[in-house]
């Protein structure tokens, strides 16, 4: 593997692409840390450096997809998550608006419309984005004491947050994303991978080392067993074992194909016979990838927000029990729900993307068919029953990844920003971008007879 590495680096251009993803990863990071200068940060890291509620896990989880610092309202404190909304916003519109599903028809020229489209939309859902953050910070406190996120000096006689300064937080916010979906553009066109993917990626890995020294400091190197909530030596064992094998079991159901045999038709011309060659129609077991567990992680957070303001706007007791029902990820009708919303996610985000139809007309276009299927309808039919039963395998993978860090959690005592890397979007991510950057990496390395990383 180091002669590999050695070999990486000693092709020029894929040398200077690395460098160059390297560097636009650190500018990233730099930005990541750069405060707002509105915002009082020693009262926003007290708000979340606690227990946290329902809105402090929200934030948490937004921030391992989104590449985003909500928690300290950084320059860079969206990420770029406006940017993927946009982005899947025209997604789904392209499944059921005619003008949007023509352009994506129209090859290079449709895309780049559909990404000039997919800009503007990302400026407004940034500008809407941070006007709504900026004014909750700015809210003020009980009997109109001044807000206690934002420094004194920046509020007028009415202890409000002055215009100015309040456009200037959000202009600065907007620009932070618009810069990042720049960076994201600029590491697509001369570096290596994708942008967008990287720099989520990279925030992800980012929060490991904390975590890591978090639990070795906490933990007692001498075996006290795992009872009493106490770290020891063989906790981390299991914990360094299962890591390893929910990785293996990552990367094993994300390279997972069902492999469909197809068979082109003969081609007579003159005295010879083209085609007839049997070759297979890969369809991914984990079709959906990571976006189920993003949609029903974000819209789980929902129903604790609503039950928690009930409470505290009735004082009904009801509403308490049913917040820590819903918003407790060890409870088991949280974890139910989950569930449910992941296979729900699942079948609807297979739905949007996989198109048996249009596949059956490409395989008879091309001269191609399965054996046993007539070209058309038959084979859409076919390609949709393996479709469902496949997605079925995919959504029970996608749920036990999920609640992999609850159990770690509750059965071993650790904190849930550890166990948290055991399963769940970031490690979803964080195993699809790796593997993503290694193919593209070989891709380089194959073209100029080397060996690829992953080749024995």
Not at 150 to 170: H, S
Not at 261 to 271: E, I
């Amino acid at each position: 593997m180091l002669e590999k590495l050695r070999v990486v680096f000693t092709i020029p251009e894929l040398r200077q692409k690395i460098l160059l993803t390297l560097l636009f990863l650190a500018i990233y990071r730099i930005g990541w840390h750069i405060p707002l200068p509105v915002v009082n940060q020693a009262e926003m890291g007290g708000m979340f450096g606690g227990a946290g509620g329902a809105f402090s896990q929200f934030m948490d989880k937004v921030a391992i997809f989104s590449a985003a610092n909500l928690q300290q309202v950084t320059i860079f404190g969206l990420g770029i998550m406006p940017y993927i909304s946009a982005s899947i916003i025209f997604q789904l519109l392209g499944s059921v608006w005619k003008p949007i599903e023509e352009l994506q028809k129209e090859g290079e020229t449709g895309r780049k419309k559909i990404n000039e489209y997919t800009r503007y939309l990302t400026v407004g859902l940034c500008a809407l984005q941070s006007w709504m953050y900026v004014s909750w910070l700015a809210g003020q406190g009980p009997g109109g004491a001044p807000p206690p996120f934002i420094l004194p000096e920046f509020l007028n006689d009415a202890n409000q947050l002055t215009l100015g300064w309040r456009i200037t937080a959000v202009l600065t916010m907007t620009c932070g994303t618009i810069f990042l979906m720049w960076l994201g553009e600029q590491i697509d066109e001369f570096g290596i991978g994708n942008g967008i993917s990287l720099l989520i990626m990279a925030g992800i890995l980012a929060q490991m080392p904390q975590a890591g020294i978090g639990l070795l400091t906490s933990a007692k190197m001498e075996l006290v067993g795992f009872s009493g909530g106490v770290i020891g030596i063989e906790t981390i064992i299991v914990l360094v074992a299962l890591f390893l094998g929910v990785v293996a079991g990552v990367v094993f159901i994300t390279l997972g194909q069902r492999r469909i045999p197809t068979q082109s038709a003969k081609h007579v011309r003159g005295r010879r016979v083209y085609g007839g060659a049997r070759q297979y129609l890969p369809l991914r077991i984990n079709q959906a990838g990571v976006m189920p567990i993003i949609f029903a992680s974000s819209l789980l957070m929902f129903p604790n927000l609503i039950f928690e303001y009930l409470n505290r706007t009735f004082n009904w007791a009801g509403w308490g029990i049913m917040a820590s029902m819903f918003g407790s990820p060890s409870s088991f009708m949280y974890n139910l729900l989950y569930v449910a919303m992941i296979y729900f996610f699942c079948y609807f985000w297979t739905a949007i993307t996989f198109n048996p139809k249009d596949m059956a007309d490409n395989l008879k276009n091309y001269g191609s068919f399965i054996p046993g299927y007539r070209p058309g309808k038959r084979t859409a039919d076919y390609l949709e029953k393996v479709m469902v039963r496949i997605t079925y395998v995919g959504a029970g993978f996608l749920s036990v990844v999920a609640i992999v860090p609850t159990i770690i959690s509750t059965s071993l005592g650790v904190s849930y920003s550890v166990a948290s890397f055991y399963g769940g979007t970031g490690l979803l991510i964080a195993v699809s971008v790796a593997f993503d950057l290694v193919q593209k990496i070989d891709s380089h390395l194959v073209m100029r007879n080397y060996k690829g990383l992953l080749e024995g």
